[in-house]
């Protein structure tokens, strides 16, 4: 998964206004049916594919392999604030697995009770460099371009470009027990309040996970994550605001005779800190071929 999710998810979906007469069911039911489908067809599946590039708000230093393309859906839900955010991201390799391709599709249902919006949001384009890649560590930088798709007017988007860097490093302690770790910043020259001011904002985001390969095909999750960012007040004035979850789950492979891997995941973040009482759920859904 990649960072700018992260930053989304945990930030501008908390703090940003959006209206859907559609239920956060309607999203869910798609990947829960997209699940069903996926088992459906299982029925000649082999067991020698492990689960390894499927985290969920943290994102792992593995590109994907020469000709491998990976088609990943999130959809979270706050039962706090009663928005919710799905993604559809794409990744490939680009002439072979040293680099990568991605764009990062999100759609929102920000705001509050009075005023609930919802749509897409800022779209991302990501590159990312297999910088290393050994047995034990792996690590992978990554550039995003966050295109102003997204109504700003309505707290989906920014108004404005937006570039995106993250450090994913991967690290296998042991046979079965892996760790991810994150660091990463966002700068959002002349972003726009809903009114039209402008102002040049900045944001960062970390976060670590650790995972317990209970088999090849199921996996004990705990991702732990942070994001702060700046915001633009009606006055002009910008104030830092910053969010923080943990998030235990779980995930599980499918792997088709055909060479399809179908995971999926489930994972409860709980707010912590300033973000104490934000309690949701995560559902997690990748193919893989």
Known sequence: MLGYQVNFQLHHCADEGVAMKQRPSFLSGCLLASFAASTVFSAHAQESKKIEDNSFLIEEAYNQEDGVIQYIQTFQYSHKSKEW???????????????????????ARVGGDDAFHSGIGDVALNYRYQLLANDKLA????LSLILPTGDYKKGLGQGAMGYQVNL?????????????????????????????????LRGYN????????????????????????????????????????????????????????????????????????????????????
């Open 206 to 289: 970390y976060g670590a996970s650790i995972i317990h390969l209970q088999s090849e095909t199921f996996n004990f999750m705990l991702e732990g994550v942070k994001t702060a960012s700046q915001g633009l007040s009606a006055d002009g004035s910008k104030a830092w605001d910053s969010a923080a979850f943990i998030i235990p789950g779980f995930r599980a492979a499918i792997n088709h005779a055909s060479g399809w891997q179908v995971v999926y995941g489930v994972g409860l973040p709980i707010g912590i800190g300033s973000s104490r009482g934000d309690n949701g759920v995560f559902l997690y859904l990748s193919f893989e071929k």
């Open 168 to 200: 994913p490093i991967s690290w296998e302690l042991t046979d079965k027990w892996i760790s991810h770790w994150n660091a990463g910043a966002t700068y959002t020259p002349k972003a726009r309040e809903a009114s039209g001011l402008k102002a040049d």
């Open 85 to 107: 955010l799905y993604t559809f991201t794409n990744e490939l390799p680009f002439h072979g697995q040293q680099h990568q391709l991605s764009y990062t599709v999100p759609l």
């Open 139 to 142: 690590v992978a930088p990554r």
